[in-house]
């Protein structure tokens, strides 16, 4: 079994985060998104894993992968180019994949309990295809699966207008080689992509057995700025007490909090977890960090209020208030402008910005 990881795409609906970076590498408790997908390969046994890169951030992805050794595992890149669909970024892996079944896991998906329970059903009987389901509550926005009463998959639509059930496909599939014939097979959908759900039809067309398991613990497909935030959640929520940093004297800490061995949290901080704090970073006095927090490297915080937010790193945020729900890209400033004249707020915002003030 093999692993291919896509880790194209545009990230349209994370700008302005992403007109710097690809999406994959946007941090959730202070990991890339990506890492997750990787420890999830890795932790089925899969160690041979093909990266498909897009036409964005191809650089920054190989820099921080490498060749996979730090993650135990051998990474070979596989160029999409432009994002013509997902199953035109499977089609990229054939001559990787060879013979081998493979599981595809979109990198910009997270899941809690992994890929393992979905290969270990997959490899029990004679399948074309896995895919992964769960329960949502928009399902028009999702590839969708019919299901008989004993479980059999009948039917697969990409973002149905009238959809059949409310179970998603959620992006880890596992394949045989069989689903190379039928990607040639496809013609583009109505957004002009071609669409790993139709793929899987193809499949199920064919007469090929179609594996589906239901998954039970938490998801998120991160595309969008309030499902990083939902990431960051439940990732903090699943951390232990990790204090590696300096807490000084006069710091008031409480719940798990993950501090990096060079950050501190300064007298007259309060700090409530579940939070994260990387590397190289303050908490200075007078500044409150609430839970479902994570503060990235090299950043100082000052005089503040902030919670449930990502803060990426590089940043200074100082005397600016309170701060909820809110994720501050790399090199984000902020800051009081209460004594500066004539009064009101200034701004630098970027293309793609959303504030509400
Ligand atoms: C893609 C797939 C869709 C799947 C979803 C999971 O959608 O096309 O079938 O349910 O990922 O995240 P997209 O993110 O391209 O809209």
């Known amino acids: 079994m093999k692993g291919v990881l896509l880790s194209g795409g545009t990230g349209s609906r994370l700008r302005p985060i992403t007109h710097t ?5 946007v941090p959730v408790a202070n990991k890339p998104v990506l890492e997750y997908a990787i420890e999830d390969l890795k932790e089925a046994g899969i160690t041979e894993i093909g990266v498909i890169l897009g036409n964005k951030g191809r650089k920054a992805i190989q820099e921080l992968l490498g060749d996979g050794s730090k993650y135990g595992v051998e990474i070979t890149y596989i160029i999409q180019g432009n994002p013509l669909g997902l199953a035109h970024a499977a089609g990229c892996a054939k001559d990787f994949v060879g013979d081998d079944d493979f599981v595809m896991y979109l990198g910009d998906n997270i899941l809690k309990q992994g890929v393992t329970e979905l290969v270990d059903s997959f ?3 004679d399948h074309g295809a896995g895919i992964a389901l769960q329960e ?3 399902p028009q926005q999702f590839g969708i699966a019919d299901v008989d009463e004993q479980g059999n998959v009948t039917e697969l639509i990409e973002k149905p207008d009238e959809p059949p059930t409310n179970l998603a496909l959620i992006g880890m599939y596992v394949f045989s080689p069989a689903v190379f014939d039928a990607i040639e097979r496809l013609e583009p959908s109505w957004r002009g992509e071609l669409e790993i759900t139709d793929a899987i039809q193809l499949l199920l067309d064919d007469g090929h057995d ?6 039970t613990g938490w998801w998120k497909d991160t595309g969008k700025p309030q499902d ?3 990431a960051n959640h439940l990732v903090l929520e699943g951390k232990s007490l990790h204090l590696d940093g300096t807490v000084e004297d006069g710091a008031e800490t409480d719940g798990r909090i993950e501090l990096a061995e060079s950050a501190v949290i300064e007298s007259g901080a309060v700090v409530r977890g579940p939070v994260s704090i990387a590397e190289n970073t303050t ?3 007078g500044t409150y960090v609430g839970p479902y927090t994570s503060i990235g490297p090299n950043s100082t915080l000052e005089g503040i209020h902030i919670e449930n937010s990502v803060v990426i790193g590089d940043s200074n945020i100082a005397a600016a208030g309170r701060i909820v729900d809110s994720l501050l890209g790399r090199s984000a400033n902020v800051k ?4 500066l004249l004539p009064e009101g707020r200034r701004l630098v915002v970027g293309e793609n910005s959303q504030l509400k003030l």
């Open 336 to 339: 009081s402008a209460d004594e």
């Open 21 to 25: 970076g690809p999406k994959q590498l």
């Open 136 to 138: 949502v509550d928009n």
């Open 283 to 285: 908490i200075k006095s």
């Open 228 to 230: 990083m935030l939902e």
């Open 123 to 125: 490899e029990a009987g």
């Open 210 to 215: 179609i594996d589906s398991h239901v998954v």
